[in-house]
């Protein structure tokens, strides 16, 4: 099945840098790729994602861009916020009769002021 | 519109008790899917419906745990026997199938479950 790894699990940046995470994932049939935030004690709330067929996509200070050669995809923030302090978690789903999303395993990411 | 609920919002049972969680998806959704997020760890696939019917099952621990779905809405996710090591939050997903298209997995609250 499909195994997706996430890096790096705990991501510090001051406010207004950047920040970078990714993720790689093992089935070359998965073709979408959802970035979810979570906030301490909240559910998860899906922020951006990239279908197969396209390379980058972006909204606003969020980008994300997808390497299918490689199997690999990075969410950035740019100008970040203290309001983007949140847990970031990548998923992976092949679409079809079952589209279960395989999740990587996170990142905290801190914004200090 | 209202999203996703989840009942009840938190459960502590003991050991060997059986639980049942409710997930409430969005009206219209089709897609009904269940996932476990232990403290400080990633979200673990459990089952998904599509309408009343469970193709996937492979996420389940064991047999002590099984789900239903009735009306294709409401969905019942049951844990008998509970173990410590069933304590996690227990999410549930919903979203709108149509062939061929991706498909957006809006999420609940999530029942935090704790078993002494």
């Known amino acids: 099945g499909e195994n997706v790894e996430q890096h790096p699990s705990t991501l510090s940046v001051q406010e207004g840098d950047s920040a970078v995470i990714k993720c790689t994932y093992s089935?070359?049939?998965?073709?979408?790729f959802p970035w979810y935030k979570q906030e301490l004690g909240k559910r998860p709330q899906l922020i951006i994602d990239?279908?197969?067929?396209?390379g980058e996509k972006k909204d606003q200070r969020i980008a994300v861009t997808l390497n299918k050669t490689a199997k690999h995809f990075s969410l950035h923030i740019t100008e970040t916020q203290p309001e983007d302090s949140a847990v970031y978690f990548c998923?992976?789903?092949?679409?079809?009769?079952?589209?279960?999303?395989?999740f990587g395993t996170g990142t905290r990411l801190q914004v200090t002021l | 519109g209202a999203g996703v609920s989840q009942s009840p919002s938190n459960k502590v049972t003991e050991k060997g008790k059986d639980v049942e969680l409710r997930c409430d998806p969005i009206?219209?959704?089709?897609?009904l899917y269940w996932y476990r997020q232990s403290l400080g760890q990633g979200l673990e696939f459990l089952i998904y419906?599509?309408?009343?019917?469970?193709?996937?099952k492979s996420g389940l621990p064991s047999d002590r745990f099984s789900a239903e779905r009735t009306g294709g809405s409401v969905s019942t996710l049951t844990i008998q026997r509970t173990q410590q090591e069933d304590s996690a939050v227990y999410l549930c997903?919903?979203?709108?199938?149509?062939?061929?298209?991706?498909?957006?997995?809006?999420f609940g609250p999530g029942t935090r479950l704790l078993v002494l």
């Open positions: 998923a992976a789903s092949v679409t079809g009769t079952a589209s279960k999303l395989t």
């Open positions: 089935d070359s049939a998965s073709n979408y």
């Open positions: 990239i279908r197969s067929n396209v």
């Open positions: 009206s219209g959704h089709t897609a």
């Open positions: 419906f599509q309408g009343n019917s469970a193709p996937d």
């Open positions: 997903a919903s979203s709108y199938e149509l062939a061929g298209f991706w498909k957006t997995q809006y």
